[in-house]
């Protein structure tokens, strides 16, 4: 067990025991925790080299989806308009607010994406745009995992003359001193700290079900979640989807950027626009799981379904490897958590996240 070093703002001694406890119960997994609240940080604790950069897979996603929410403030992005009115090559037909929420049956190509292909945003989108969804429009809804950034991020280019990662670069990254790389330098290399695979090997998804499809397991090779987190290709180009590096304090400015403001600056987003695109979308089937409800708004992952306790305009995104980072606009709170070991072989958070997200909570409204 690695000793917990940080600090914590008065009133937050709480999240350091919680924090403890969990590393002392996961034993080799190196974790990063970091809160902040009205743009300033008040928890800053870790088990391993706080500066030390790591794959974020699915966290990914929420840096992704927040340049789309600008975009969207801006006017350049309608999302009630045909993604075909920004791409008119995409042959699926489908909203841009459908396709954030993982309604457009997008989720891989009929063979799968080879393990260049896969870190290749450009490459993503051009085969899904000629692609046969797999599913009819309107039926449901299932996590697009690996190329949600890719295909918003086709839209971007086609909106602003320039790549997600650019635009994220420009207008999100380096304005607010955020240490989370959608592209990392090589300069920064060797900050990089590889992450260790789950442990055990549960069996994993039918290559050829859903799900199976969305994880590219029915790829030759399958991808391996734990090998393309690793890839200096995959954060060398900042795959949006699952390819970003960074750390806790990272996810958590990312986050307090977005609803608070950093560095004298104004919040990214309008309070109307974090609403739009954090709000649930209404109740659907899953098509991957199986099951009901309503996961996601724009992108971003509604946190009040899996922390009822939050506020209701709380938005966020998970990653396989047990990290998690949220903004709650109603307690103007930003969280960040990052670890070095994989949750699950095949997607999934890590339980961790539930002590520790209650002790932050509970500690702000007191």
């Known amino acids: 067990m690695s000793l917990v070093q940080g600090t914590v703002a008065p009133g937050y001694e709480k999240v350091r025991e919680v924090f403890a406890a969990e ?3 996961l034993g080799d997994v190196g974790a990063q925790l970091a809160v902040y609240r009205h743009g300033r940080p008040v928890v800053d604790l870790w088990t391993v080299d706080p500066d030390a950069l790591m794959g974020l897979l699915s966290v990914t996603k929420g840096a992704a989806f ?16 045909s ?7 995409f042959i699926p037909d489908v909203t841009v607010r459908e396709l954030l929420g993982h309604r457009a049956g997008l989720i891989g190509v009929d063979g799968g994406f080879g393990p260049a292909e896969l870190a290749d945003d ?8 000629k692609q046969r969804p797999y599913w009819p429009r309107g039926s449901g809804y299932g996590y697009h995992a690996l190329v949600i950034g890719a295909l918003t991020g086709e839209i971007v280019r086609r909106v602003t003359g320039r790549s997600l990662q650019q635009t994220y670069e420009q207008r999100v990254r380096g304005p607010y001193a955020i240490d989370l790389y959608l592209g990392l330098p090589a300069e920064l290399e060797p900050r990089f700290r590889p992450l260790a695979p789950p442990v055990g090997r549960e069996p994993g998804p039918d290559p050829r079900s ?3 499809i969305a994880l590219n397991l029915h790829a030759d090779p399958p991808t ?10 995959v954060r060398a180009q900042g795959q949006a989807s699952a390819g970003g590096v960074g750390n806790a304090r990272g996810v958590a400015r990312l986050y307090a950027a977005a609803v608070s403001g950093l560095n004298s600056r104004e919040p990214l987003l309008r ?12 109740t659907a089937p899953d098509l991957l799981s199986g099951g009901s409800g309503a996961q996601f708004g724009l992108g971003f992952e509604a946190m009040t379904t899996p922390y009822p306790f939050l506020g209701p305009a709380a938005f966020g995104h998970s990653g396989a490897a047990g990290s998690l980072g949220f903004a ?3 307690r103007d709170l930003a969280y960040g958590y990052v670890r070095d070991r994989l949750a699950q072989p095949h997607g999934g958070g890590a339980v961790e996240n539930d002590q520790l997200v209650a002790a932050v909570i509970q500690a702000a409204d007191a």
Request: charged content about 20%; aromatic content about 6%.
């Open 271 to 282: 309070p109307a626009t974090a609403a739009d695109f954090g709000t649930a979308g209404g």
């Open 224 to 233: 391996d979640l734990t090998v393309f987190a690793n890839s200096r290709t």
């Open 122 to 129: 450009r490459i993503i989108a051009e085969r899904l745009a």
């Open 23 to 25: 590393m002392a119960r």
């Open 328 to 330: 709650d606009p109603s």
């Open 66 to 81: 927040l340049v789309v929410a600008l975009l969207a403030q801006d006017g350049a992005i309608d999302v009630n308009r």
């Open 210 to 212: 859903l799900t199976g």
């Open 83 to 89: 993604v075909r009115h920004y791409w008119p090559q």
